[in-house]
Nanobody, 120 residues
């Protein structure tokens, strides 16, 4: 079992930046993919960015060039740096991982979610 705790969400104006963090309750060394997903009201949960243990990444087209995912295996933590935020980035952001997680498929473990709100 892995518990994931997110932090770093909040309210920001369009064009601003936020950095999300996700800390895992135990070593993530043996887990390959960790990622961020988001869900806006009335919409399905969607992939934002995923990173493998080796550093390979996958981003949604809508965030490429604006968001950067990174991972610190020693700290059991994954980060999402979000720049040039747009109102359409407003959503609850969830950290995800698990042994079945891949660059395109979520795993079994979810964080509680952190709200990101971008005002225009």
């Amino acid at each position: 079992q892995v518990q994931l705790v997110e932090s770093g969400g909040g309210l920001v104006q369009a064009g601003g930046s936020l950095r999300l963090s996700c800390a895992a309750s135990r070593s993530i060394f043996g887990i390959n993919a960790m990622g961020w997903y988001r869900q806006a009201p009335g919409k399905q949960r969607e992939l934002v960015a995923v990173i493998t243990r080796g550093g390979t990444t996958n981003y949604a087209d809508s965030v490429k060039g604006r968001f950067t995912i990174s991972r610190d295996n020693a700290k059991n933590t994954v980060y999402l740096q979000m720049n040039s935020l747009k109102p359409e980035d407003t959503a609850v952001y969830y950290c995800n991982t698990g042994r079945t997680a891949t660059l395109t498929q979520w795993g079994a473990y979810w964080g509680q979610g952190t709200q990101v709100t971008v005002s225009s």
